[in-house]
């Protein structure tokens, strides 16, 4: 099993490097742009301030000028959701529909190695992906943030960057359960991009489109208070979501990749 991972760690080696590069890069433009936008606090304030609610809630909220609103709604809440998710949700597209593409999956299933092992191998490998690139994001940010003097305690950033970690691994974890059953890889990806961000646009406006309360308590984005978190209201009950819709798919992924015709 240690090998799978060691293997399927090493082809995403480049993958994952450029990954961390775009990241970084991100990062660093947008809180540099903080100090300039921390001295036009007021007066931007007052020209967003004629935006709808709805169309605030999509970025995190109605503050967005401030320390923690400028980091919510530019990085934490928004910016790295978006871009992350498109990495956990290719990764976890393609862990086992790579290898069914390229026909692979037979010649790895012929070694000393069952099922099991394998999707748990594969599933692993992922997890570490996700993990390095969103800490590589959590470290930058967090140094950037004290570089510019943004004033917020750097244990509620981290805080923030594992909800960040645990939201990814969810919207991952939707396209590895759909890969597992062995839909096609384009349809695995494609409902899996609707769950993620139609679940963004649903929990955002939840807060303000009463009727959207309850439909959105099904998405990930639901959970993912981040402006809280930043305030200092760390919610585990959130992290618990996270972690049960998870190991929720894992455990469907695991059920369906065994019982499943691959001839």
């Known amino acids: 099993m240690w090998a799978v991972i060691k293997w399927t760690l090493w082809q995403r080696r480049w993958s994952r490097f450029w990954w961390c ?26 020209s967003f301030g004629g935006l709808g609610k709805n169309t605030l809630a999509l970025f995190g909220g109605t503050d967005f000028f401030s320390a923690i609103g400028y980091l919510n709604s530019q990085i ?15 990764l976890g597209n393609s862990l086992i529909g790579r290898e069914e593409t390229e026909t692979t999956l037979e010649s790895l299933l012929a070694r000393p190695i069952s099922r099991s092992r394998l999707l748990v191998a594969k599933a692993w490998a992922g997890i570490a992906d996700i993990l390095f690139v969103t800490l590589i994001a959590s470290v930058t940010t967090i140094l950037l ?9 750097l244990g509620n950033i981290a805080a923030a960057c594992f909800a960040l970690f645990m939201l990814v691994l969810s919207f991952s974890s939707v396209a590895f359960l759909l890969a597992a059953t062995g839909r096609g890889r384009a349809a695995a990806l494609g409902i899996a991009v609707v769950y993620a961000f139609g679940g963004y646009i649903i929990g955002s406006l939840a807060a303000t489109v009463h009727w959207l309360k309850t439909p959105s308590l099904i998405f990930p984005y639901h ?15 959130s992290i618990v979501f996270f972690a049960a819709f998870s190991l929720g798919c894992g455990l469907l992924a695991w059920i369906s990749f065994r019982r499943r015709d691959l001839g």
């Not at 208070?225 to 919610?235: C, E, K, P, V, Y």
């Open 223 to 237: 959970y993912y208070n981040t402006a809280d978190i930043l305030h200092g209201t760390f919610s585990w009950s």
């Open 76 to 90: 934490i809440y928004f910016t790295l959701p978006l871009i992350l998710s498109i990495l956990g949700i290719g």
């Open 21 to 46: 590069v775009g990241v970084v890069g991100l990062i660093v433009l947008t809180l540099a742009l903080y100090p300039t936008i921390r001295d036009q606090a007021a007066q931007l304030n007052k």
């Open 145 to 153: 943030a004290r570089l510019v003097n943004m004033g917020i305690p």
